[in-house]
């Protein structure tokens, strides 16, 4: 029998997998979010002012982008895990919260999107002098999820350094 190295035990794999998972699950949660609520009300928009709904199509494909922030960090935490080199604890609980990090902040950022893009494009088809107020709100809600994006970069180099 083989003997296991403290430092590199066989669980802890199960950190950077959870890591991997986390990141793709609740960021993908959070775009789904932020795509149904900020989409009820584009089909309110749609019924009355069916030339607004392209224009009001930006908080669906700001939603969206979260999904891909997830997919990053998942992708980036996949390749550093492999099955033939030794994989540390250290390296485990960093992936886990590079997954946390984009994840958890992607799902804050989806709600938020969600909320501001179904009020957002229910106010702009009131008043058309409300867009850019939407899209400068839009944007302060996506960078909420770009930064659990940057975080979660910045401790895979470190997981990966490791």
Known sequence: MEMENELAPSFAPFF???GCASAIILSSLGSAIGTAKSGIGIA???TFKPELIMRSLIPVIMAGILAVYGLVVSVLIAGGMDPGEEYTLFAGFMHLACGL???FSALAAGYAIGIVGDEGVRQFMLQPRMFVGMVLILIFAEVLG???LIVALILNTKATAA
Do not use: E, M
Request: aromatic share 16%; no cysteine.
């Open 101 to 103: 990090s984009v994840g």
């Open 44 to 46: 309110g928009v749609g």
């Open 16 to 18: 950077g997998f959870a």
């Open 146 to 148: 770009l930064y659990g």
